[in-house]
């Protein structure tokens, strides 16, 4: 039997990159799931390929960080899968800058898509988990939560993640519902992109520079990280909650 089979899954931020990835590994595990995104144009995309693969998915046009619009498509994603046994928390930016420099506004918008998004998705998907009695709570932190430079604000989001599940993972264990959070390494995505753009360096550059200093010689695909996700999500990790799984091809990268 498939490892989600039956499940249905609410993955925000899964029009592209890691999300999409993780989108794309529960369906091909037999989980119904809906995604939430920005972009309207990348979810059009996303449903044509899931169609053509013959998965059921659900598209959601979402801010996450508007409480009234992931309340509304939490409920409806309710309505057309039938339940929501599993949440991932994955949507996120980056506003990357020295801390000198950094404006509130750099701040504030880091802050509020990674943390009040996912107090908002966790806090409305909850009720419905508590309910019955099961539930998944993934949540995307990263490495640079143990700090990086130039992501004074990112670094604290990720480390926020990391309090938000040990504290949900105490106060829904006995519901069923386990949280954790997966904190990726350097993956090759349109936000490492974005990265690479901003150090004036081509995306190749900054891959083979990373690739020197992660011991598994080589940097993440968003494949990993999916791969990381399922094994959080599936039945059989019922004891395991309140972890942070680093997922970066060897320690402290
Ligand atoms: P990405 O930029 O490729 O994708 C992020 C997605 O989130 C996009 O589809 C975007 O539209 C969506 N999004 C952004 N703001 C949103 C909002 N307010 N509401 C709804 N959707 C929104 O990024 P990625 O590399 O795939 O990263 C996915 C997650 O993994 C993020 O939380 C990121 O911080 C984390 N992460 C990434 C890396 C990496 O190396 N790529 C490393 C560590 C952690």
């Given at each position: 039997?498939?490892?989600?089979?039956?499940?249905?899954?609410?993955?925000?931020?899964?029009?592209?990159?890691?999300?999409?990835?993780?989108?794309?590994?529960?369906?091909?595990?037999?989980?119904?799931?809906?995604?939430?995104?920005?972009?309207?144009?990348?979810?059009?995309?996303?449903?044509?390929?899931?169609?053509?693969?013959?998965?059921?998915?659900?598209?959601?046009?979402?801010?996450?960080t508007d409480r009234q619009q992931v309340e509304q498509?939490?409920?409806?994603?309710?309505?057309?899968?039938?339940?929501?046994?599993?949440?991932?928390?994955?949507?996120?930016?980056?506003?990357?800058?020295?801390?000198?420099?950094?404006?509130?506004?750099?701040?504030?918008?880091?802050?509020?898509?990674?943390?009040?998004?996912?107090?908002?998705?966790?806090?409305?998907?909850?009720?419905?988990?508590?309910?019955?009695?099961?539930?998944?709570?993934?949540?995307?932190?990263?490495?640079?939560?143990?700090?990086?430079?130039?992501?004074?604000?990112?670094?604290?989001?990720?480390?926020?993640?990391?309090?938000?599940?040990?504290?949900?993972?105490?106060?829904?264990?006995?519901?069923?519902?386990?949280?954790?959070?997966?904190?990726?390494?350097?993956?090759?995505?349109?936000?490492?992109?974005?990265?690479?753009?901003?150090?004036?360096?081509?995306?190749?550059?900054?891959?083979?520079?990373?690739?020197?200093?992660?011991?598994?010689?080589?940097?993440?695909?968003?494949?990993?990280?999916?791969?990381?996700?399922?094994?959080?999500?599936?039945?059989?990790?019922?004891?395991?909650?309140?972890?942070?799984?680093?997922?970066?091809?060897?320690?402290?990268?």
């Amino acid at each position: 039997m498939k490892r989600l089979h039956g499940r249905s899954a609410y993955v925000t931020g899964g029009s592209r990159g890691i999300g999409k990835a993780i989108a794309r590994a529960m369906a091909s595990e037999g989980a119904k799931v809906c995604v939430a995104d920005l972009q309207q144009q990348s979810l059009l995309e996303l449903e044509q390929e899931f169609k053509q693969q013959g998965w059921d998915l659900f598209t959601f046009q979402v801010d996450v960080t508007d409480r009234q619009q992931v309340e509304q498509s939490i409920s409806t994603a309710v309505e057309v899968m039938g339940s929501l046994d599993i949440l991932v928390n994955n949507a996120g930016i980056i506003r990357d800058n020295l801390f000198y420099k950094m404006e509130d506004n750099d701040w504030d918008k880091v802050m509020d898509v990674h943390l009040k998004g996912a107090f908002y998705c966790s806090r409305a998907a909850q009720a419905y988990m508590v309910k019955q009695r099961f539930g998944r709570i993934i949540n995307l932190s990263s490495v640079s939560a143990l700090g990086n430079r130039g992501q004074a604000n990112y670094s604290a989001a990720k480390a926020g993640l990391q309090g938000l599940t040990k504290t949900l993972a105490i106060e829904l264990g006995s519901y069923g519902i386990t949280v954790n959070a997966i904190g990726p390494g350097f993956i090759e995505t349109d936000m490492t992109r974005a990265t690479a753009e901003r150090l004036g360096m081509s995306f190749e550059e900054l891959i083979a520079f990373k690739t020197k200093e992660i011991p598994a010689g080589r940097t993440g695909k968003p494949e990993d990280i999916a791969n990381a996700v399922l094994f959080f999500a599936e039945d059989a990790s019922s004891f395991i909650n309140g972890q942070v799984l680093y997922v970066s091809g060897g320690p402290a990268v």
